[in-house]
């Protein structure tokens, strides 16, 4: 009998095994396309039926990151020989483009990943940090029209955004603050922060307020039991509420679109721009994606351990 | 020198009315015990004191001096809760480190090695120090928490039910060596609970509440002989007191529907003229059973208690309890006969619940 349930029982490990080995090959599958899209030379990545093996590249990523001219003619031997491999690779792929010289001319991606990053990382600190301070703000103490206030900051995220992106871009516009950082950032910050008051509000009411009375009654004043009690016990909410922050902020993609252009252009709306006029260069595009993705994977990544324990907190905490 | 006065104390919450008018007044180095069932006030009163609510109306002296404005920290008092009372995350150490760091003692390496060193070797937790929080077992983290109240030499300490989370025996130990602590410190102890053996045993003076008023204050050996009302009376005491209602007629109570009659005698009999419908209470020790009394009874319920056994006798629809020694042999539904200590019967009012001594006085 027992032998029976412990070979029933291995076998249900096995196909749980097999279960998840095949969701994840679902989940995994789009992210192995753009990532060897983003390593296919140019016409392999177009080919159909599908290439599975071939001979990986960077190029694309050469293309993403520098900029070259179309040539009218073929380079002479002696500027050909004079160019770096990346670029006689690139010629040799079959394009009719070349960078001469030395000088590395960046393309605008860096400057439009890097907008991505400031932005995303002070509107998440800022949404954040505020969110957590009133959250802790409606937790403590008795506030009047506590739930009517309440309510009103949860029903900011009651109409889709895009409802409001003329009228925004139309106030952005008589402030100054289209295709600014700090447009984007005060954009963002507001989407997130209801959404970063309601999960601390959810979190810090799980502190027990005993905690910070001792601290009060030990001669600490509230802005230091605050900051000495409340936030490493909520740090777990804090990590959470930072990954979902920075996912929305990063991914944003209709007002950055609608709101900035150039100086402030983030990466979600520049990296279709790269379709261009010509041919799509969806190598290029692939590697300007993947490079994209890094960052929130890296984030949620080094969050893992807080990030289960925060979206299973109520559960598990007794 | 920190005597505690409560002036006319009210607290609102919202429509909620914790407290109304109340009056304390806590001697220096008293310990201090506020007895009451859940929802009486006794946890608010203490928050009060420690500066952590403010007072709707009336005035908190401590040594004198209006400590309304004041907040928790300029109180100089120290609260001992009964959970929750650890810094999480830090060391047995750092939990009586804590109080000391604060900007208003900021006291020296030296200074805090020191104070840490007392109060573990007081509370013997030396062992401890360099433990989580997390791993410590109730006793333990009750020790630490009076422990990080210690380490302060705060003027008064506040103590929220701190055994009650304790298991019988553990809370047994911990009262006297909280009462031995209190003698060592000389300090002023306020300690709420709703448990009376704890209020009996630790108090030097007890405060007895219900529903947000003071019902009486006074010794513990006070407030057990002569408890204000049936509340009390019933409050403090176990086993608890018998109330019986009935009639009082030529100093003799007919306790009714009409199944026995005892004499009462005492300060209430002789001062009440006042005849008619009246609650007789007796405690279980002043209920004699022996063969020559005067009233028959059957045995209801017997329950050993070691040292005594305590009965509940039988009178038609009346039930009421006696002590009697533990070598007596009795079974359920024996015959036995009863009388009282007439002198030891309480006389309260019917309606009111009042004790007619004290409605005299």
Known sequence: MAAVSSRNQRFGRLVAILAIIAVTLVFLSPIYWIASTAFKPRNVATSVPPTVLFQPEVTPFVKLFTKRVQLKQPPTPEVYAAAPWWEKAIYDGGERILKVGNDVQLSQYPNRFLNSLIVSVVSTILAVGMGTITAYGFSRFRIKGEADLLFFILSTRMLPPVVVAIPMFLMYRSFDLTDTHLGLIILYTAFNLSFSVWLMKGF???????????????????????????????ATGIAATAVFC????????????????RRAQT???????????GLPEWTVIAAGTVLFLLPVAIFTFLLRNHLLRGVTFGAIRK | MARIQLDNISKVFGHHTALEHLDLDVADGEFFVLLGPTGAGKTTTLRLIAGLEKPTAGTIRISGLDVNSWGPAERDVALVLQQYSLYPR??????????????????SADEIETRIAYAARTLRIEHLLDR?????SGGEMQRVSIGRAIVREPRVFLMDEPLSNLDAKLRETMRSELKDLQRRLGATFIFVTHDQVEAMTMGDRMAVLNNGHVIQVGKPSEVYNNPRN??????????????LHGRLANN???????????????AGASEGAKEGAMTFGIRPEDVEVASGAPVEARIHDV?????????????????LRASIPAQTEVKVEDAVRFGWDPEKVMLFDAATGVNLRHEAA
Not at chain 2, 230 to 243: E, H, Q, W
């Open chain 2, 132 to 136: 989580k929080t997390d791993r410590l």
């Open chain 1, 204 to 234: 810090i009411d799980e502190i027990p307020k005993e905690y910070e009375e001792a601290a009060l009654v030990d001669g600490y004043t509230r802005m230091q039991a605050f900051f000495k009690i409340v936030l490493p016990e909520a």
């Open chain 1, 246 to 261: 920075f996912i929305t902020a990063w991914n944003e993609y209709a007002f950055a679109l609608i709101m900035t252009n």
């Open chain 2, 230 to 243: 049936t509340f009390v009376a019933s409050f403090v005491g176990s086993p608890a007191i018998n109330l």
């Open chain 2, 252 to 266: 003799r109570a007919v306790v009714t529907p009409l199944t026995f009659e005892l004499p009462v005698g005492g």
């Open chain 2, 303 to 319: 329950e050993n208690h070691g040292i005594e056994k305590i009965v509940t006798l039988r009178v038609g629809d009346n039930l």
């Open chain 2, 90 to 107: 830090l060391t047995v150490r750092e939990n009586l480190a804590f109080p000391l760091k604060s900007r208003i003692r900021n006291a």
């Open chain 1, 267 to 277: 990466a979600p709306p520049f990296i279709p721009s790269q379709i261009g006029s």
